[in-house]
């Protein structure tokens, strides 16, 4: 790692910082406790650098503070929800390939960042602003011998060669889909083109992976929600078709949030729980086994607010059905309430010593007995158990909605 004097960082970096750092936090970049990724304080010197600096756990599991921004403020497109869309009256910034690398590798000098997620807006066509990301992911890799986390957007329109070049540097790579398909797109973004500009790029993504085997980055997405009328089994289809044939890692949903000046400036916020129900159904899609048709939609086409989706398929399958978790393959404990991946490791290793007879068995296994004692038998008997005096999908303390098992 190339060492950089002991400099003051440059005041118009850091302005230019903190006016592309708004929209920068509507964008999830990495996977956080409800699924979206906190702002957080930065370190002393720095604080106003808070809204660009954000916790972030990282492929591997690793929690880190990254910096997340923007190459370019300035975009011909006019998506109807963004704020950066052409002729919305703001001041807009740009960043030198050198100039924003040696900005990250100061900050990350100073101990304040320690990974960047690079995305920016559409100056000069997609192709352009690709290779502005690349150039500033390859000083950072070359000229600095920085070896951290690096997320870059694939930009509508990028090449595949471009596509390639960021693979090689990058350890995450995202296409924003925005809708689940075209009609939604046509309403979100008119000048973007679902199949040709968006899905076409993750196609790519997914080919050079199984092209040549080696050590590639993951990929995700994110769908804006609310921002249309569409619905959420069109959201989790899509979600579906992307894990199952495009090997995405996470789908990410960010509730839509009206902006002012922009064409969809009156339309209500989607709400957070929306949000938080597609994380749990995606994980249910991604992890443990489910498909779509599985998944409790109502007749909108939509999931119900009030109920964990697996806590709801468990009430129609398995209250008049339950699992014998004695025998039970490793996918039905998975469709058990209260059973995640690693409670399903356990409850195997554990049958293998000897039968699991009580709830006592589970909990002394960290599994949460309440939650799935209503749809199991231990040794061919319901267990005994007392309902909580919270209901099975209490919310969290922690973040006010139902955590995913
Ligand atoms: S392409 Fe659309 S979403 Fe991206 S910055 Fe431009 S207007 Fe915003």
């Not at 993750?202 to 990929?219: K, V």
């Not at 998975?334 to 490791?345: E, M, R, Y």
Request: charged letters at 25%; one cysteine or more.
């Amino acid at each position: 790692m190339v060492q950089l004097p002991a400099v003051t960082i440059a005041a118009d970096s850091i302005d230019k910082l903190r006016l592309l750092a708004p929209t920068t936090c509507v964008e999830v970049a990495e996977d956080a406790n409800s699924g979206r990724d906190a702002p957080i304080r930065a370190p002393q010197g720095a604080a106003d650098l808070s809204d660009c600096i954000h916790h972030a756990v990282v492929p591997g599991g690793g929690r880190i503070a990254l910096l997340k921004t923007l190459q370019t403020s300035v975009c011909e497109n006019n998506c109807s929800y963004c704020a950066f869309r052409r002729g919305r009256d703001f001041r807009r910034v740009s960043f030198s390939p050198d100039e924003l690398a040696r900005l990250f590798i100061q900050l990350y000098q100073k101990g304040i960042a320690k990974g960047i997620f690079l995305s920016s807006g559409v100056a000069g066509g997609g192709a352009k602003v690709q290779d502005r990301l690349i150039a500033t992911a390859e000083v950072l890799r070359r000229r600095y011998s920085f070896t951290g986390y690096i997320h870059l957007k694939i930009m509508p329109g990028a090449e595949r060669d471009q596509i390639s070049a960021a693979m090689r540097l990058a350890d995450r790579v995202s296409v924003n889909l925005e809708a689940p398909n075209h009609r939604h797109l046509d309403r979100l973004a008119p000048e973007k083109s679902f199949e040709e500009q968006l899905l076409l790029r993750l196609r790519w993504i997914e080919e050079i992976r199984r092209e040549e085997p080696g050590h590639w980055p993951s990929s995700t997405t994110q769908f804006v929600v609310g921002g249309s009328d569409e619905t959420d089994v069109e959201l989790l289809s899509t979600t579906e078709y992307l894990y199952r044939q495009l090997g995405l890692a996470r789908a990410y949903f960010s509730s839509f949030s009206p902006v002012p000046d922009t064409p969809l400036e009156h339309q209500p916020a989607s709400p957070l729980l929306r949000e938080h129900r597609l994380y749990q159904s995606s994980f249910l899609l991604r992890d443990y086994g489910f498909v779509v048709e599985d998944l409790p939609f109502n007749q909108t086409g939509n999931l119900p607010l009030d109920t964990d989706p697996k806590l709801a398929w468990a009430q129609r399958h398995l209250t008049d059905d339950p699992v014998e978790l004695n025998t039970a393959d490793r996918h039905t404990l998975l469709q058990v309430p209260g059973i995640g991946p690693v409670g399903a490791n356990r409850i195997l290793k554990e049958r293998r010593r000897g039968h699991l007879r009580d709830l006592a068995d589970l909990r002394r296994l960290g599994i949460t007995a309440t939650r799935l004692a209503p749809f199991v038998l231990l040794d061919g008997h319901r267990p005994a158990f007392q309902m909580s005096i919270w209901p099975l999908d209490r919310p969290s303390p922690v973040h006010g909605m139902p955590l995913a098992r």
